[in-house]
């Protein structure tokens, strides 16, 4: 029986973005083993047929002694379990598995790259020093890769620029994929015009841009602006408790907290947000397709990875909140277009997100290295 590890820095990205692979990889017949952080998802990963190794990531910015803790303990689990394959995910999953893999000598490592985030777009002097750094971690990491999956091409562009990864090791497969029978097409709500922001509520996924828009919006427009998400205290862009509070108090935007029934509340929005400052391929708007909502996000990687500009949904540059309230306004003023932007979401996520599609990928990889 192959092993299969995968590494990661907390349970709940895993469940969000590859539990589906993983129980597919155990049905298959590999022996699947998790390292990573964990919080409340334990339980269910370990339902899922799924040996879990807690291992204390930090998700906060780069502490040496803690990270040098982090790569002992994940040496540990490497040496013990011995997999076949080593599947990283996210930028130090990807790097400390890399690594690790190497001294190892492990057969096979795997690296699904999820987004580059904003360091690789900033031009300012600590984002070009940080990039450099990135970079050099990741071509020492990614040297011995047998295949490096990305999820859009702009990410895919800049490994090839920096001579991370080639043509030879790297595979594009757009996003973590969505369940058409768990998110299927529903009608607009009748009502109050709905927009809706679902995601974490980070700076960087313009969670203040898309308060802002609201303010200049509901002064003209008769509508909801809806924020579902949590805050996330590990990660360093994240909202504070207080920004949030404060956020809440100007009453331009309703806080509906988090959702495990994202499926549930999606429908009840008409127009889905998400003015974030780059992606790998966000889950959300794949989602807001199937349910068959119009989108507004930026045209940033990742971002404008998901939609079909000005077929399923619109594009605005990023922080640039005039914009952002145009793009808005026009689908809250247009029911006939909102609806068309809707049907071919639907199709598009059907033609090219299908989380089948996305697990068959994988598993194909798996088998292809195993």
């Not at 300012?124 to 490096?148: D, H, K, N, Q």
């Not at 990305?150 to 001579?163: L, V, W």
């Not at 989602?287 to 990687?301: H, I, Q």
Request: hydrophobic letters at 45%; a positive charge.
């Amino acid at each position: 029986m192959k092993k299969l590890l995968f590494i990661v820095n907390v349970d709940w990205f895993f469940v969000s973005h590859r539990l589906p692979i993983a129980k597919k990889a155990v049905e298959e017949g590999f022996e699947v083993h998790l390292a990573c952080d964990v919080t409340d998802k334990l339980e269910e990963i370990i339902e899922a047929g799924i040996t879990v190794h807690i291992i204390p990531f930090s998700r906060s910015g780069v502490n040496f002694f803690k990270e040098v803790l982090t790569f002992i303990d994940l040496a540990k689990v490497v040496r013990s379990v011995s997999p076949n394959i080593i599947h990283g995910i996210s930028s130090k999953g990807v790097v400390f598995a890399g690594i690790i893999s190497q001294f190892f000598r492990t057969e096979r490592l795997i690296a699904s790259i999820s987004g580059l985030g904003y360091v690789f777009v900033d031009q300012s002097f600590r984002a070009r020093t940080l990039r450099r750094l990135v970079t050099f971690l990741y071509r020492m990491a990614l040297r011995s890769a047998s295949s490096v999956i990305f999820q859009n091409k702009d990410d895919q562009t800049i490994f090839f620029k920096h001579k991370i990864a080639g043509s030879h090791n790297s595979t594009l497969i757009r996003g973590s994929g969505v369940d058409l029978n768990n998110f299927y097409y529903t009608s607009e709500p009748t009502g109050d015009l709905v927009v809706m922001f679902v995601a974490r509520l980070l700076k960087d996924k313009g969670i203040i841009e898309f308060s802002e828009a609201a303010k200049v919006i509901r002064q003209r427009i008769n509508a909801r602006f809806v924020v579902v998400g949590d805050l996330d205290p590990f990660n360093p862009n994240s909202l504070s408790t207080l920004e949030l509070n404060n956020l809440i108090k100007t009453k331009h935007i309703e806080y509906w907290g988090f959702s495990d029934d994202v499926n549930q509340v999606m429908p009840l929005s008409h127009i889905i947000v998400l003015p974030s400052y780059r992606e790998g391929l966000p889950k959300t708007l794949i989602e807001a397709s199937a349910c068959g909502r119009p989108v507004v996000t930026t045209d940033v990687p990742g971002c404008r990875d998901a939609i079909i500009p000005d077929v399923t949904g619109l594009l605005v540059q990023a922080k640039d909140i005039t914009g952002l309230v145009e793009a808005i306004e026009n689908l809250l003023n247009n029911k006939q277009r909102r609806l068309s932007f809707g049907n071919a979401g639907r199709k598009l996520a059907e033609e090219h997100f299908d989380i089948n599609g996305v697990v068959d990928k994988h598993l194909c990889i798996y088998k292809s290295e195993a």
